[in-house]
């Protein structure tokens, strides 16, 4: 397609009353063509992914990095899919409870920290989830959008001024520690009351189920990258019992241990294989 002839100012022109402003802003949307050019900004977004899916969680839209990262194939290929076709069962269900309470409530969630399995490679991952009702028309809710970026990428602006940020870089560099909720509150000078109530607020989680979240990534790491004996895995991430670790990691991976490291082997060398077709 050829560039159009644009009639183009040489200097542009403001506009300080707001109510005109706002009339600027709906006319401008309303002419827009299509909303599909505001998903190219997402695309292009350094760590940002972007969906959008309606009332019954059928995907209607998957940007360019949630395919790429969790190999999720072509937006073609997803439309009209399910969490529960990319994601294990219990992630699956927490998301889609998650989707219920945007919808229901007709309210964004905000910085919803979580651990996400790759359906490609098996990895675990602690990502930030943002999600917002779509409405239409009439003002009706009729789906459910947002964004998730690697926590790392988020965990500045999520954290920042909170007196959280030491805390949980103790317990993510420490996932084996004997620590206490006490030992965290006086490192956050705070009340264990307040750490739990701020951990809520900010993470979406108590203290105790970070430090199981976290133990869960360690464990998932240490099982497909090395030969460990489970009941070392376990002891590593800071279970005296390995049968309380398998407990722990069917309830936050919804596999066993040793179900997990069979499948990542297995996914592997068929990666493997096809790189070398």
């Not at 402003?21 to 299509?34: E, V």
């Not at 098996?122 to 947002?146: C, L, R």
């Not at 990534?217 to 376990?234: G, Y």
């Not at 990691?249 to 499948?263: D, E, M, T």
Request: neutral net charge; charged residues 30%.
């Amino acid at each position: 397609m050829s560039a159009a002839k644009v009639n183009f100012p040489s200097q542009a022109t403001s506009i300080s009353n707001r109510e005109e402003a706002r009339q600027l802003q709906k006319d401008f949307f309303l002419r827009m063509g299509s909303s599909q050019e505001l998903r190219l900004v997402f695309d292009h977004l350094d760590g940002v992914t972007f969906f959008m899916k309606d009332l019954m969680g059928r995907f209607v839209a998957l940007g360019e990095g949630p395919r790429r990262r969790f190999d999720h194939g072509t937006e073609e290929s997803n439309l009209g899919r399910t969490d529960h076709d990319l994601y294990p069962i219990h992630i699956a269900d927490r998301i889609r409870d998650d989707d219920r309470v945007v919808i229901e409530s007709n309210a964004p969630m905000l910085n919803i920290v979580e651990l996400l399995v790759n359906p490609g490679n098996k990895a675990v991952e602690w990502y930030v989830t943002n999600k917002f009702p779509v409405h239409d028309s009439n003002g009706a809710v009729i789906g459910v959008m947002g964004t998730v970026q690697l926590y790392e990428g988020g965990r500045r602006k999520l954290l920042e001024g909170t007196r959280l940020d030491d805390v949980v870089e103790f317990i993510r560099d420490n996932p084996a520690g004997s620590y206490t909720v006490e030992d965290l509150a006086r490192m956050a000078a705070m009340s264990e009351r307040q750490l739990e109530r701020r951990f809520r607020e900010i993470l979406g989680m108590t203290p105790r189920e970070f430090i199981t979240q976290n133990r869960m990534k360690l464990a998932c790491d240490s099982l497909a990258h090395t030969a460990k004996p489970i009941v070392d895995v376990a002891l590593e991430c800071g279970f005296s019992e390995q049968s309380a670790f398998a407990t722990q990691f069917r309830r936050a991976i919804g596999i066993s241990p040793l179900k997990y490291r069979q499948r990542y082997l297995m996914e592997a060398q068929g990666r493997k294989l096809d790189s070398n077709d």
